[in-house]
């Protein structure tokens, strides 16, 4: 099992920044990629960023150069540094583990932005 608690969200303005974090526990040495996702009222989850496990990062065309994920030193926490914030960026944002044979979701956090 995999545990992921997101954090960092809020309410912020248009233009603005927040980072998000999100710390995993458990059997952490199977995760093999971990991702954020979004999802905003009506629409359906999508993926915003992902990064393996040699760090090699994969952004949404929505969000590259404004957002960048990275890992900690142990790779136990995931984070998502987003800049140049939109209105259309609002969602709950979700910190995904994939270990292969099972994928793992935090409980989201709530990001929204001002116009």
């Known amino acids: 099992q995999v545990q992921l608690v997101e954090s960092g969200g809020g309410l912020v303005q248009s233009g603005g920044s927040l980072k998000l974090s999100c710390a995993a526990s458990?059997?952490?040495?199977?995760?093999?990629?971990m991702a954020w996702y979004r999802q905003a009222p009506g629409k359906q989850r999508e993926l915003v960023a992902r990064i393996d496990r040699g760090d090699s990062a994969d952004y949404a065309d929505s969000v590259k150069g404004r957002f960048t994920i990275s890992r900690d030193n142990t790779k136990t926490t995931l984070y998502l540094e987003m800049n140049s914030l939109e209105p259309e960026d609002t969602a709950v944002y979700y910190c995904n583990a994939d270990t292969r044979t099972q994928n793992y979701w935090g409980q989201g956090t709530q990001v929204t932005v001002s116009s």
């Open positions: 458990g059997y952490i040495l199977r995760i093999n990629a």
